[in-house]
């Protein structure tokens, strides 16, 4: 018996999947013996078992596995149907106790005087419905006309055989009774290889987990076409997709099956089975019903075509109280703890590569509209500002623009280290731009005093800048929290490289959600850059630029500004010129705030959802429950309260699937209340 299952890390003990919208699945191929309907009934019951070990609620079989695909002019033989009918009796009567979840075999049935290539669906010791195949290939080596007839146009029928009614047709869907949005479709083969697979109308009419029941040989390349044509269907059909094939059992007279197993869910390939395999074999993963019903809920094309289609008329309950042990059931589908950036690094190598280039491309579209003789950055040292730069940098270089014509600022604080000034100083000069240096002490001394606010209680009057400077790095850490303070410096900076030319903003995606970010300040610029790029990212995107473009001295400060910690530096140092505020002391780290916002934002996750896979994943802090708790209500208040500085963002490009520009993906009332998102809060034990 070979098992395989998609890399996991254990859930919370108790957590059911189907809780928050996951739903186990699983393809098996059994060894095949060809015309023996009884051994092969023993091979799928074994798999069955196996799968209701592993709490899988759809198990997939491929074509004709009880008798076998390759049996050719033995299926007109009544013995031959006989025993498959017998055999699935045995099966049916297994799914009564001992497999408690949908279980779906292929077998030739006869109806209306014709034999037919069927999928028997069965569920609690019942056959839910026989769904016929619809195209039937006949060119090449496949010859399926000459035993069968097609399932097209029957519809609203009824098998009668042995005292009972069975549901038979082209137009049957499986809806579980309890688990939301689990809606079962099924096809055999060719069905997925033709134009208008009936999959599509399956999945308009609300399937979203598509069975196929195929029994496809080999032949060089064939794989990989199969492969894309299941990925590629599950993305069009915003569905799971599920696909077995026959094995090595079929008769080798002139072909050969290997028994390919798939499972894909909306374009990604989550699960694949070893081909070739002389054992059961049982593939198993997890798919988020979830956000395929987001994706299609937010899709205004999806059903578009929909009332045109002759949908499916029939809809099966299936699902009973089920008496599984929800320890038995940890999510097995792996919790991407960095869903912005890949964790394969070609992967994320293509990714920085295509935002990199977006961005460029936005910049400079945008420069060719707006004659503009100088551009303006504030150049930190931080990680923002460098990615801005190098973005400016590429734009001029692709335009044909002297680079003399970007003017990079350097604007120490009181809260400026040694480190970041060193840096961006560097960078300037080492990527030859137009530099300038503004000490924004005295001017926020001289602001803060018509304001009549002394920062942290020290009075400002006939003191120098020094002075005050080390009156401040004298403060304890308590003492050190001074809105006004901070946000007069960032607004000093804007001013100025607003005065100076066309002015870059160089906030992140990150910073927007949580409303980490000065009002009319940083928040606000001529076009921004990196608005659509999480913090996450901006991390390898610097790096990835660095090892891509760039070489030497210039490198190796591109890598230390990527190693520096997060700040705004808008505090006042300790003494020496330490670095007192740390962003991620503040607001949490990153990593979780990012988490936090792809989930919620992309898939419309609930508090409690988020929250769930959060603590599923691993991530590179060691976070515990009352850290994930607190920063994800910390997250869903700021994310509301600080709408109305996204409101009126300025223009920049979008990169990724989560943007949250105001004039396309996020439209948001800035006075919504957020009690319906934190009343999760109060059932924390």
């Not at 335009?399 to 604080?413: C, D, I, K, N």
Request: charged share 20%; net charge neutral.
């Amino acid at each position: 018996m070979f098992l395989a299952v998609a890399a996991s890390k254990p859930g919370s003990v108790g957590q059911l999947i189907g809780q928050f919208g996951f739903v186990r699945v699983a393809t098996a191929v059994p060894m095949l013996h060809l015309a023996e309907p009884q051994a092969n009934t023993r091979e799928i019951i074994q798999l069955l078992a196996e799968a209701e070990g592993e709490g899988a609620d759809v198990v997939l079989f491929p074509e004709l596995c009880l008798t076998g695909y390759t049996c050719g002019d033995l299926f007109a033989q009544n013995a031959l149907a006989d025993a498959a009918w017998e055999a699935l009796e045995a099966i049916r009567a297994f799914t009564v106790e001992q497999y408690q979840g949908l279980a779906v075999v292929g077998l030739p049935v006869r109806h209306a005087g014709r034999l037919f290539n069927c999928a028997a669906v069965m569920a609690h010791g019942m056959i839910l419905g026989l769904v016929p195949k619809t195209y039937l290939p006949n060119h090449q080596e496949f010859y399926e006309a000459r035993h069968f007839a097609s399932g097209m146009g029957h519809k609203a029928e009824m098998l009668h055989k042995d005292g009972i009614q069975v549901p038979f047709g082209v137009d049957i869907l499986f809806q579980h009774r309890s688990i939301s949005g689990l809606v079962v479709g099924v096809e055999l083969c060719e069905d997925l290889w033709v134009p208008n697979p009936p999959s599509s109308t399956q999945a308009m009419a609300g399937a979203t987990v598509l069975l196929n029941l195929s029994a496809s040989n080999e032949v060089v390349g064939k794989h990989a076409y199969r492969r894309s044509l299941v990925q590629s269907q599950s993305g069009r059909c915003l569905a799971a997709y599920l696909y077995a094939s026959s094995g090595v059992g079929e008769s080798s007279s002139d072909l050969v099956f290997g028994g390919h197993a798939l499972i894909a869910e909306n374009g990604v390939l989550l699960a694949e089975g070893k081909r070739f395999s002389h054992q059961n074999c049982l593939l198993v993963a997890d798919v988020d019903l979830e956000k395929l019903m987001h994706d299609r809920r937010g899709s205004c094309t999806f059903f578009a075509g929909f009332p045109q289609a002759a949908p499916p008329a029939r809809t099966i309950g299936w699902g009973l109280s089920s008496k599984r042990n929800p320890a038995k059931r940890p999510l097995q589908k792996p919790v991407e703890p960095h869903p912005f950036v890949p964790a394969k690094s070609t992967t994320r190598d293509e990714r920085c590569e295509e935002i990199f280039s977006i961005q460029v491309e936005g910049l400079a579209r945008r420069l060719r509209q707006i004659p503009v003789r100088v551009v303006t950055l504030g150049v930190s040292g931080g990680l923002d500002s460098t990615l801005a730069l190098l973005v400016a940098v590429a734009a001029l270089d692709r335009l044909a623009m002297p680079r003399s014509q970007l003017l990079g600022l350097s604007m120490p604080g009181f809260g400026t280290t040694n480190r970041t000034h060193e840096n961006a100083a560097a960078l300037m000069r080492l990527l030859k731009i137009q530099s300038g240096e503004i000490d924004i002490r005295s001017l926020t001394v001289e602001e803060l005093k018509a304001q009549e606010h002394n920062p942290f209680g020290i009075k400002l009057a006939g003191k120098t800048v020094e002075i005050i400077q080390k009156e401040m790095e004298g403060l304890s850490p308590q003492d050190r929290n001074d809105l006004v303070f901070e946000n007069t410096q960032a607004r000093i900076r804007t001013s100025l490289l607003m005065n100076k030319g066309f002015a870059l903003g160089t906030g992140d995606l990150s910073e927007l959600a949580l409303g980490w970010c000065t009002y009319n300040a940083d928040h606000m610029s001529m076009y921004s850059v990196n608005s659509s790029v999480p913090k996450t990212l901006v991390r390898f995107l610097v790096e990835w630029i660095a090892t891509k473009h760039y070489e030497g001295e210039l490198r190796d400060r591109l890598f230390d500004v990527a190693a520096t910690p997060i700040s705004p530096e808008l505090l006042p140092t300790g003494p020496g010129g330490t670095p007192t505020q740390a962003t991620e002391d503040t607001v949490g780290p990153y990593e979780l705030h990012d988490f936090f916002l792809f989930h919620f934002l992309r898939y419309g996750s609930t508090p409690e959802r988020v929250r769930w896979l959060a603590l599923q994943a691993k991530f590179q802090g060691n976070y515990t429950e009352e850290d994930i708790n607190r920063r994800l209500h910390l997250f869903v208040l700021r994310f509301f309260s600080q709408q109305y500085k996204r409101n009126c963002l300025p223009d920049g490009p979008k990169v990724g699937t989560v943007s949250l520009s105001p004039r396309g993906d996020w439209r948001m009332p800035a006075d919504a209340s957020p009690s319906a998102w934190l009343s999760w809060m109060s059932n924390l034990k």
